[in-house]
């Protein structure tokens, strides 16, 4: 079969998010399929980007083959945003007949953060005589409005609206990374047998390489389990949403407890934060820089308790696949969740402590629980998670979820 796989913000283990895509293409690619991803050459979530002078490029990434369209550079949520986007639907109504005739595809995949890619995915699986599937990420418009405040009758969102409505009515199938979604999705025209749920996953592989922490990193490290602490990590974006202010007050209350923190990462917040763990004297908090994803197996590895947390949002009653969870359940560390969502993968896994979002106490209280477990207990924690990890989120396991959904 081939797979055309439309993402705009595709990336590569090297170039950086978005994997999901290169590690569905490559897992499919195992299985006997041919694949193409179809991205655009600018995207602020890479580390590196596509550099392209012609209008597109076909290239081999990483064993992958792209159709790499150019598009502007941008930064932030404004108009050069906008152009971005903007360029990379042009590009693929465009190029739809290169992308229909070139690689002829059995299945077209429309699976950008917004819907807007529908319109050209449908044009090329028309083209093809393809089935047309689309990927949900996140809820647009509903993400924007729910989180972003706009209203239902801003242009913005009555054009992603018919967007996704569109997408619910003429895909064959649609899958989506949010458990829960369907509830929403019903009430924008989408029957309950279109609907398929594929979460977030890990590579296996990648965790049985022995990359090297770097040497700062580790002698912070050993300084902190000499002292005796136990170490507490989170790894991601600082940002607002990721409710880190809730951690920090948290690490007051537990100032004179035998633990160390340490935040990988960076984010718009991530010197505010910096500024409050000084103001407040936080001796055991620490900051390190983002790292190489090939890096972070590693290091949670020398972690004794993981970190996630989101803030209290109602859109998340549809359901959360953040990718640091399922790193986290796949280091096998007892992880506390300070999350309210229509799902709860820690308790599903019984692999530590779900708790409120934005309960500084609550999360003081977990750690002091999780430092009076005995050994054998935050043994058999960590152990539920590789092994919950391993059963529902391999990406060989989900590729072949996939693929099964998609040829009913």
């Not at 597109?56 to 992958?64: L, N, S, T």
């Not at 960076?266 to 407040?280: A, E, M, R, W």
Request: some cysteine; proline content about 6%.
């Amino acid at each position: 079969m081939n797979i055309l796989l439309i993402n705009h913000y595709a990336g590569s283990p090297e170039m950086g998010m978005e994997f999901r895509p290169y590690y569905m293409a490559r897992a499919w690619e195992k299985m006997g399929h041919s694949v193409m991803i179809a991205s655009a050459s600018q995207a602020h979530v890479r580390n590196l980007q596509f550099n392209t002078n012609k209008p597109y490029e076909i290239r081999k990434v990483e064993g992958i083959q792209y159709f790499i369209i150019k598009t502007p550079a941008y930064s932030g949520n404004n108009i050069s945003r906008i152009k971005n986007m903007w360029a990379f639907i042009k590009g693929l109504n465009k190029f739809k007949k290169v992308l229909a005739n070139t690689f002829q595809p059995d299945v077209v995949i429309a699976s950008s953060t917004y819907p807007l890619d529908i319109y050209p995915a449908k044009k090329i699986a028309n083209l093809s005589n393809a089935k047309l599937i689309f990927e949900v990420h996140d809820l647009w418009p509903l993400s924007p409005m729910e989180l972003g405040g706009y209203s239902k009758f801003h242009p913005f969102v009555i054009i992603m609206q018919k967007a996704e409505n569109y997408a619910y009515k003429h895909s064959n199938t649609v899958i989506s990374m949010l458990p829960n979604a369907f509830k929403h999705m019903e009430k924008h025209g989408l029957k309950k047998e279109k609907f398929k749920h594929v979460p977030n996953g890990i590579v296996v592989e990648e965790w049985d390489k022995h990359v090297a922490i770097p040497e700062n990193f580790s002698a912070l490290i050993k300084q902190e389990k000499d002292k005796g602490n136990k170490l507490i990590a989170y790894a991601g974006s600082h940002g607002v949403a990721n409710a880190l202010d809730s951690l920090l007050n948290a690490m007051i209350t537990l100032k004179n407890q035998p633990v160390s923190l340490f935040l990988i990462g960076d984010g718009p917040l991530k010197n505010d934060l910096i500024q409050f763990t000084k103001s407040n004297n936080l001796s055991n908090v620490f900051f390190l820089p983002p790292v190489k994803k090939d890096i972070i197996p590693a290091i949670l590895d020398k972690m004794d308790f993981l970190y996630i947390g989101l803030q209290n949002q109602s859109l998340f009653r549809f359901g959360i696949s953040p990718n640091k969870l399922i790193d986290y359940l796949m280091s096998g560390k007892p992880i506390i969740q300070a999350i309210k969502a229509g799902n709860n993968i820690v308790a599903d896994a019984n692999c530590g402590l779900a708790i409120e979002p934005e309960n500084p106490d609550a999360i003081a209280n977990a750690v002091c629980q999780l430092l009076e477990l005995p050994k054998e207990r935050i043994t058999e924690l960590g152990h539920n998670a590789h092994k919950y990890c391993l059963l529902h989120h391999d990406y060989k396991v989900l590729a072949k979820n996939f693929i099964k959904y998609i040829s009913i």
